[in-house]
């Protein structure tokens, strides 16, 4: 792949990625959060298994299966704090703090395997935070139920 259609292909993804909030929000004025989460995901693990289903039927174990539902519980906490926390905040917000997530791994990883932080990480960690203050200051710095939901949320995918 060449350099011009990877940024192309970047670009289309991010802006998939960022309308995805704005779509959710006006969704969840129709029906309940879980309602649409358990339809969202009912229907993502039906085609996955549509298309694995050899795969999962040939290379599934216990162990597999035990990690997976590990990861599969964060993935659902983080999924479920977003879309909770996306009812009492902008989706602006939403996906600011969600993205957050990236700069929390070196966090986690060092409390949680005792993994060294680099300097670029702290860097990176201190712009993200710079970031969201100044997301948060235009309103009176106002962090709200949905923030705080979200944060969780961005927790937990990291």
Known sequence: MKGIQAEIY???????????FAIIKGVLDQIPTFTFLAYRFLLAALILYLIFWKRIKENIDKTTLKKGSLIG???????????????YTTATKTGFITGLSVVLVPIISHFFIKEKINRNSVIGVILAFIGLWFLNY????????????????AVSFA
Not at 138 to 153: E, I, M, R, Y
């Open 10 to 20: 970047l670009l289309v993804i991010v802006i998939i990625w960022g309308s995805t």
């Open 73 to 87: 519980i964060f993935l659902f906490m983080g999924y479920a704090f977003q879309t909770v926390g996306l009812k």
């Open 138 to 153: 235009g309103s009176g710095f106002s962090f709200n139920l949905g923030d705080f939901l979200v944060l969780l949320c």
